[in-house]
C-alpha cells in the first residue's frame, strides 16, 4: 500500500484553468504539506496543516490554495493557472503530538507533475 | 535553521562506499542533521539523522564531527539504485513549523 498517494501523476491543461491536486496518507500522520519543485530542481514548502489546520503558509500566491477535509487529505486547488506554475508538487506528511514535532520525519508522495501550456 | 554546503556532484563505482560530506558550520545546539534523497521523477525519501553521536540504520551511517560542523553520510555498498540528489538538512527535531528547507544537494552518480 502507498504510503502517501498523490492523484493525478501528470496534469497538462491550458493557462487561466482552474486545477486541483489530491493527497491522501495512511500512515496515520496528522500533519501534511504541499512542496513546488520547479524547473531548477529546488524544493520549496508551500503549505503544511495540522489536523485540519493552516500552520505554515510560505507567501504563496493566493491563487492556491489547500483544502483539508480531514487529517489523511490534503488537497490544491489552483485558480488561473499561469505559466509560471508549472512544477512537480509533492505531498508529503508527518507525526506531531499535541502540535509538536516529533523527530521530524517527513514521507513524500510521487509527485504531480503540473504542465501549463 | 543552520545552512548547509554540499558537494554539487560526486561519482562512486558500484559496491564500494560513498561517503557524501556536509557542512553546517552554523548549526545550533538542538538541531539535527537529516538526510534525505531524491531518486529521479521520485518523491524524496528520509535516510538517517542524527544529533551528535553517530547513526546507523539499515540505510546508511552518519558519522558526525565532535564538533558538529559537518558530517558524512556513509552508503556502505553503493548500488546503481543509490544513485539519486542527496540532501543534507539541519533543523530542530522537535516544535513548530516543520518545514524542511531543501538546497541543492549532492548528485551521487554510481557507476558500473
Known amino acids: 500500500d502507498t504510503a502517501v498517494s498523490q492523484t493525478p501523476k501528470y496534469l497538462v491543461t491550458q493557462m487561466g484553468n482552474d486545477k486541483s491536486i489530491k493527497c491522501e496518507q495512511n500512515?496515520?500522520?496528522?500533519?501534511m504539506y504541499w512542496y513546488k519543485q520547479d524547473s531548477k530542481k529546488f524544493l520549496k514548502i508551500m503549505f503544511s496543516?495540522?489536523?485540519?489546520?493552516?500552520?505554515i503558509n510560505e507567501t504563496v500566491p493566493n491563487r492556491f490554495s489547500p483544502k483539508s477535509p480531514d487529517k489523511a487529505h490534503l488537497n490544491l486547488h489552483i485558480n488561473s493557472l499561469e505559466l509560471g506554475d508549472s512544477a512537480v508538487y509533492f505531498c508529503?506528511?508527518?507525526?506531531?503530538?499535541?502540535?509538536?514535532?516529533?523527530?521530524?520525519?517527513?514521507?513524500f508522495g510521487a509527485g504531480t507533475r503540473l504542465s501549463v501550456l | 535553521d543552520a545552512k548547509t554546503t554540499q558537494p554539487p556532484s560526486m561519482d562512486c563505482a558500484e559496491g564500494r562506499a560513498a561517503n557524501l560530506p556536509c557542512n553546517h558550520s552554523?548549526?545550533?545546539?538542538?538541531?539535527?542533521v537529516y538526510w534525505y534523497r531524491q531518486i529521479h521523477s521520485q518523491g524524496p525519501q528520509y535516510i538517517i539523522h542524527?544529533?551528535?553521536n553517530n547513526e546507523t540504520n539499515e540505510m546508511a551511517s552518519l558519522i558526525i564531527t565532535e564538533d558538529r560542523k559537518s558530517s558524512t553520510l556513509i552508503l556502505p555498498h553503493a548500488t546503481l539504485r543509490d544513485t539519486a540528489v542527496y540532501y543534507c538538512?539541519?533543523?530542530?527535531?522537535?516544535?513548530?513549523?516543520?518545514?524542511?528547507?531543501f538546497g541543492a544537494g549532492t548528485i551521487l552518480r554510481v557507476k558500473s
Open positions: 538538512i539541519v533543523r530542530v527535531a522537535r516544535g513548530y513549523g516543520n518545514k524542511l528547507v
Open positions: 496543516y495540522n489536523n485540519k489546520e493552516l500552520i
Open positions: 542524527g544529533l551528535k
Open positions: 552554523t548549526i545550533s545546539g538542538n538541531e539535527y
Open positions: 508529503a506528511s508527518s507525526h506531531h503530538t499535541g502540535g509538536v514535532v516529533i523527530k521530524n520525519i517527513q514521507y
Open positions: 500512515l496515520g500522520h496528522d500533519t
